[in-house]
């Protein structure tokens, strides 16, 4: 690895690949990780963070980071904190699976007022918020170029939404895993695809080589991941088992590796699974 950078908030994790944690949004906790992979042709960011402000601050930070130029942008899934800066980084590529597209354009009026109602001293910052989807879009795998490197881009199957995209640097041997994979906390269950995800974090461990950056939180390595996706699977077991009816509820939530209020979530979003036959 190189120097890390002046600004002591950015790691490099693998050669000229970088990771900041932005813990805190408007003093609440928040906890998440933005990338930065720097190549001959520029640097490609990986999420743009939930609001115009919040993504003008990240764009500060890239300046102190490198003089390259963004190269492209590259959201790993359509949830609005990884994807509501993208309007800040107009004339780049942005990289997103198809869904994630259609779905940034899709949810977000609806997502901006609900978050507008529950958290009103968020609403004046996110009703300037331009709903910007990604404009290069791909169904399983793509590559970005960036000269002296490549980015590989996958889906790997349902799991955390139904979009969700790793993304990977081959020859400094890191992996980003978006939201399929959340450290220091659980993960979130929400429109998620908890049967279905289990099987993804399965496949998503044939491309760990390195450092594993998750969505939130510290950034892991094969064991986190492989700890994670026994939890992801012992939780679909469970969940596959009240569906069934030869579980109770109660048990199931008594015996998951995650919280009881993530586990409620979890086990309705498998009821729907079943019924829905999305697996």
């Avoid at 930065?36 to 743009?48: H, K, L, R, S, W």
């Avoid at 963004?70 to 107009?90: C, E, L, Q, Y």
């Avoid at 779905?103 to 009703?127: K, M």
């Avoid at 064991?223 to 109660?250: K, N, P, T, V, Y």
Wanted: aromatic residues 6%.
């Amino acid at each position: 690895m190189t120097g890390v950078a002046s600004r002591a908030a950015w790691i490099e994790v693998g050669d000229r690949v970088f990771v900041r944690r932005y813990r805190t949004w408007n003093g609440e906790p928040f906890d998440q990780n933005v990338g930065a992979v720097i190549g001959a042709d520029g640097v490609v960011v990986i999420d743009t963070r939930a609001s115009h402000r919040l993504a003008d601050e990240l764009r500060d930070d890239l300046r102190a980071l490198t003089r390259s130029s963004v190269a492209a942008v590259v959201n790993t899934h359509h949830h609005w904190d990884h994807t509501w800066g993208n309007a800040r980084f107009s004339g780049v590529p942005r990289w997103g699976h198809v869904r994630c597209a259609e779905r940034v354009i899709a949810d977000s009026e609806a997502v901006r007022g609900r978050i507008g109602t529950d958290e009103p001293s968020l609403a004046g910052e996110l009703a300037e918020v331009v709903f910007t989807a990604p404009d290069r879009t791909f169904e399983e795998a793509a590559t970005v170029d960036l000269g002296d490197r490549q980015l590989e881009l996958r889906h790997l199957g349902r799991g955390h939404t139904d979009n969700d995209v790793v993304i990977t640097v081959p020859e400094a041997g890191v992996l980003f895993a978006g939201d399929l994979l959340e450290n220091d906390a659980a993960p979130g269950f929400g429109d998620a695809f908890p049967m279905a995800w289990a099987e993804t974090a399965g496949r998503l461990l044939a491309l760990v080589a390195g450092p594993v950056v998750p969505g939130h939180g510290s950034v892991g390595d094969r064991a986190f991941a492989e700890g994670q996706a026994r939890d992801l699977a012992l939780l679909a077991e469970l969940g596959r088992q009240a569906a069934a009816g030869s579980l109770d509820e109660a048990e199931a939530v008594r015996r998951s590796p995650f919280p009881a209020d993530t586990t409620g979530m979890a086990l309705e979003r498998i009821r729907l699974e079943t019924a829905s036959g999305a697996t």
